[in-house]
């Protein structure tokens, strides 16, 4: 059973950077695409980024483009978010998920694609 713990929430103010980490355990992670996820108070879940299995590959939704970085190192099983230049409207709850399939070639932005889920990690970013 995979597990996965998202850290490095937090309150920061507008133009602020935050790193988030997602840590997994208990099954294969070096093999599998990972992405994080965001959900605001009344709005559903959506997509932020994600990452190939080998970390050659990225995707990320317009809205954070060019302000958050994902990135992996497989040696600690880790994920990570850099979030810079945060904004009010960046304010959720961000969770990190494990792609379904190993060594898919695209990267899913679908949360079906994802089959395991961390807690989440509260961001709030204050005006």
């Known amino acids: 059973q995979v597990q996965l713990v998202e850290s490095g929430g937090g309150l920061v103010q507008a133009g602020g950077s935050l790193r988030l980490s997602c840590a997994a355990s208990?099954?294969?992670?070096?093999?599998?695409?990972m992405g994080w996820f965001r959900q605001a108070p009344g709005k559903e879940r959506e997509f932020v980024a994600a990452?190939?299995?080998?970390?050659?590959?990225?995707t990320c939704a317009d809205s954070v483009k060019d302000r958050f970085t994902i990135s992996r190192d497989n040696a600690k099983n880790t994920v990570y978010l850099q979030m810079n230049s945060l904004k009010p409207e960046d304010t959720a709850v961000y969770y990190c998920a494990r792609e379904r399939n190993p060594g898919t070639v695209i990267i899913s932005t679908r949360e079906e694609r994802y089959d395991y889920w961390g807690q989440g990690t509260q961001v709030t970013v204050s005006s």
């Open positions: 990452i190939s299995w080998g970390g050659g590959r990225k």
């Open positions: 208990g099954g294969a992670f070096s093999g599998y695409a």
